[in-house]
């Protein structure tokens, strides 16, 4: 729990410390949609490699390796000098990251049936919940000048020391049987190795152009001839399984847009601090975890949110950003039950590395779809003078929010309005998503749940996980 406490609180606390960090290194190009996009993508592309490498050599010593690489990103992040060098140390820190958030699945799956995960899945929501409630004020305080934003990385180190004690007194797993050789055979090494590069050019096509071709291949590979596929066949062609990995998918999308673009609105239409931005965050992180709601409780938020601006009362963004989370924190956890149920039991560590895969692929088109709507509107509803402040290959969306701070009246009202007309650009877009996310829902129906558990990776003492199943 400490190091899934650590990827989370680095997804939410980075975003509200962007602006600082991309002034502070001199980002002339518009680099910064990468310091995001670069966690999520590494993360992505290499999510399956790590469950399958899980599946081979067991659990212990891959979540080792993945809190190590996180530890070795987080200190390159905080020492870098330039963009190029933060976008290389969040790639290495996404590797550590997608690790740790599928190893954490995966244990849990290994250790508790399903019909009993809700109390230890609600545990791991209420770390979420934890980390974005602390995320954006620590990123926000540690944002106020040039330097401080740096601990943002550098305090992730005594974290990962508490973490990697903990998972070597305390995780002990069956592992699998065999020599290195043979497990070595077993990865499925063409299929990750095509869904590293497929996902990569997926992402990076988001902005450069696209290549689908590569990603296609996979599937036909993945079907035909991989042994142990990182894509289960088994697992995708099932409806309700499926269902549950579209609605991922989609949630992906939505989540991280409002993680990442409420505090940029705050701070470019109020004028907030970073630290204020992220109180004024809050009361969407406070309400994010304990309601189970609805898809359309998601559309009914973001058509609120599409009608703020930068006169609109605190009340009403408050309550706002409250309907929105209820519809939106929940479903953080829910597909992952619908994912599963109809599975056995040693199918899990396979489903639960897809599960993560597709949120964190969907997450990073989120970031990028809606960063790109920004820049795109922001072109079209800041006046020629305004935008000609700024050197033309440059992305705007940050690079405005400190300039708008120091205009003199009305030029600063007039783009304080742009960029809220800019950003309603993107609520609407999270409401034809979240809609589709409504019809998705239609393809699950109810399976009962497995009150069983994979015994090829349980508890080494036999006797804690015997006398719970029997408990029951």
């Given at each position: 729990?400490?190091?899934?406490?650590?990827?989370?609180?680095?997804?939410?606390?980075?975003?509200?410390?962007?602006?600082?960090?991309?002034?502070?290194?001199?980002?002339?190009?518009?680099?910064?949609?990468?310091?995001?996009?670069?966690?999520?993508?590494?993360?992505?592309?290499?999510?399956?490699?790590?469950?399958?490498?899980?599946?081979?050599?067991?659990?212990?010593?891959?979540?080792?390796?993945?809190?190590?690489?996180?530890?070795?990103?987080?200190?390159?992040?905080?020492?870098?000098?330039?963009?190029?060098?933060?976008?290389?140390?969040?790639?290495?820190?996404?590797?550590?990251?997608?690790?740790?958030?599928?190893?954490?699945?995966?244990?849990?799956?290994?250790?508790?049936?399903?019909?009993?995960?809700?109390?230890?899945?609600?545990?791991?929501?209420?770390?979420?919940?934890?980390?974005?409630?602390?995320?954006?004020?620590?990123?926000?305080?540690?944002?106020?000048?040039?330097?401080?934003?740096?601990?943002?990385?550098?305090?992730?180190?005594?974290?990962?020391?508490?973490?990697?004690?903990?998972?070597?007194?305390?995780?002990?797993?069956?592992?699998?049987?065999?020599?290195?050789?043979?497990?070595?055979?077993?990865?499925?090494?063409i299929g990750?190795?095509?869904?590293?590069?497929?996902?990569?050019?997926?992402?990076?096509?988001?902005?450069?152009?696209?290549?689908?071709?590569?990603?296609?291949?996979?599937?036909?590979?993945?079907?035909?001839?991989?042994?142990?596929?990182?894509?289960?066949?088994?697992?995708?062609?099932n409806r309700t399984s499926f269902g549950g990995l579209l609605t991922v998918a989609v949630h992906g999308v939505t989540s991280i847009s409002v993680i990442y673009y409420i505090p940029v609105f705050f701070q470019a239409c109020f004028g907030a601090s970073p630290i204020r931005s992220s109180v004024d965050f809050l009361p969407a992180q406070l309400t994010n975890t304990p309601f189970a709601i609805f898809w359309a409780i998601s559309i009914v938020g973001f058509g609120l949110f599409s009608t703020i601006r930068a006169d609109t009362s605190t009340g009403k963004w408050v309550g706002y950003q409250i309907i929105t989370a209820l519809g939106v924190g929940p479903l953080f956890v829910v597909p992952m039950f619908a994912l599963l149920a109809p599975l056995p039991p040693n199918r899990s560590g396979s489903a639960l590395t897809l599960f993560t895969f597709t949120r964190t692929f969907a997450q990073t088109w989120g970031i990028t779809i809606s960063g790109s709507i920004l820049q795109n509107k922001l072109k079209e509803n800041l006046s020629a003078a305004f935008v000609a402040r700024f050197p033309p290959d440059i992305e705007i969306a940050y690079a405005t929010i400190p300039v708008i701070r120091g205009l003199e009246e009305p030029l600063r009202s007039q783009a304080q309005a742009a960029f809220s007309d800019s950003m309603t650009a993107i609520w609407q877009t999270l409401i034809g998503i979240s809609g589709l996310g409504l019809l998705l829902s239609l393809l699950m129906k109810e399976v009962p749940m497995a009150t069983t558990t994979d015994e090829s990776y349980r508890l080494k003492d036999k006797t804690a996980q015997q006398e719970y199943i029997e408990m029951r």
């Open positions: 729990m400490v190091a899934v406490f650590l990827s989370a609180l680095d997804l939410t606390a980075v975003a509200t410390a962007l602006p600082t960090i991309s002034s502070t290194l001199d980002d002339t190009k518009g680099d910064y949609i990468w310091v995001g996009s670069a966690y999520a993508l590494s993360s992505t592309a290499f999510i399956p490699l790590s469950g399958n490498l899980a599946n081979v050599f067991g659990r212990k010593s891959i979540m080792l390796a993945s809190i190590i690489l996180f530890a070795i990103g987080s200190a390159l992040a905080g020492a870098a000098r330039n963009m190029p060098m933060m976008i290389a140390a969040r790639a290495v820190q996404g590797i550590g990251g997608g690790g740790i958030l599928t190893l954490t699945e995966i244990v849990v799956a290994d250790l508790v049936p399903l019909a009993d995960r809700g109390l230890y899945q609600g545990l791991l929501a209420l770390i979420w919940a934890l980390a974005s409630f602390t995320g954006p004020p620590i990123g926000g305080a540690l944002a106020q000048d040039s330097k401080s934003w740096r601990w943002l990385f550098y305090l992730n180190l005594p974290l990962v020391a508490i973490a990697t004690v903990l998972v070597l007194l305390f995780l002990k797993l069956n592992r699998p049987q065999g020599s290195v050789r043979d497990k070595l055979a077993n990865v499925d090494w990750n190795g095509i869904v590293l590069v497929g996902t990569s050019l997926a992402i990076i096509g988001l902005t450069w152009g696209r290549n689908p071709v590569l990603m296609a291949r996979a599937s036909v590979y993945e079907a035909k001839f991989a042994v142990s596929p990182v894509i289960p066949r088994d697992i995708v062609s």
